[in-house]
């Protein structure tokens, strides 16, 4: 079945860097399009920043020019890094792997990381 297990988050103080993995498994890695959500405390999720299969990043403009997505299809794992972190930056960070089969898309996600910006 698929697993998808973050790691890389902690506190960090403002102006810091934190980088951010999602191992992902029981699917084809390459073929899957992958997402960074964040949901800060009383907030609704958002999107962070996606890549599609053949590499293509886009950004929620909150983050643009200090968070950088990047995928190694080798070694089934995404990444995110961060930096110029700021305290707006504080949240639970999830992975999320969409798929298609047959012309049905699946959506799975982690089961989130702590990120926390404070002196």
């Known amino acids: 079945q698929v697993q998808v297990v973050e790691s890389g988050g902690g506190l960090v103080q403002p102006g810091g860097s934190l980088r951010l993995s999602c191992a992902a498994s029981?699917?084809?890695?390459?073929?899957?399009?992958m997402s960074w959500y964040r949901q800060a405390p009383g907030k609704e999720r958002e999107l962070v920043a996606d890549i599609t299969t053949w590499g293509s990043t886009d950004y929620a403009d909150s983050v643009k020019g200090r968070f950088t997505i990047s995928r190694d299809n080798a070694k089934n794992t995404l990444y995110l890094q961060m930096n110029s972190l700021e305290p707006e930056d504080t949240a639970v960070y999830y992975c999320k792997v969409t798929t298609t089969r047959f012309g049905a898309r699946y959506d799975y996600w982690g089961q989130g990381t702590q990120v926390t910006v404070s002196s």
């Open positions: 029981g699917f084809t890695f390459s073929s899957a399009y």
